[in-house]
């Protein structure tokens, strides 16, 4: 079982990013999904999740307005769109999987983890 996240890179403040992330060795179209990031030297947070059928989503204060998750049930795809984008947005970010249809910003509702891909934010 494989999430793999992509679509990280150097930005200048102020501008945007498309993150991605997809399924593989098994479908996660009944469960909910999120996004989580790493800063250098800090604790992994949350940053959005969403709910199987695309409802129940819900952001950490930073990232409301600014963020937007969705998902394409099809393509077992999430994607993290980030705009607005502050020097204190850089981190790693992984997505992962929770075990049920709905979510909330807990690390241990998630047992599926990508990779991570890193966002680099420039001033």
């Known amino acids: 079982v494989q999430l793999q996240a992509s679509g990280g890179g150097l930005v200048q403040a102020g501008g945007s990013l498309r993150l991605s992330c997809a399924a593989s060795?098994?479908?996660?179209?009944?469960?909910?999904m999120a996004w989580f990031r790493q800063a250098p030297a800090k604790e992994r947070e949350f940053v959005a999740t969403?709910?199987?059928?695309?409802?129940?989503?819900y952001y950490t204060n930073s990232a409301k307005g600014r963020f937007t998750i969705s998902r394409d049930t099809a393509r077992d795809t999430v994607y993290l769109q980030m705009n607005s984008l502050k020097p204190e947005d850089t981190a790693t970010y992984y997505c992962?999987?929770?075990?049920?249809?709905?979510?909330?910003?807990?690390?241990?509702?998630?047992?599926?983890w990508g990779k991570g891909t890193l966002v680099t934010v420039s001033s």
């Open positions: 969403i709910g199987w059928r695309g409802g129940s989503i």
């Open positions: 060795g098994r479908r996660f179209s009944n469960n909910a």
């Open positions: 992962a999987a929770a075990r049920k249809a709905v979510a909330g910003s807990g690390r241990d509702e998630y047992p599926y």
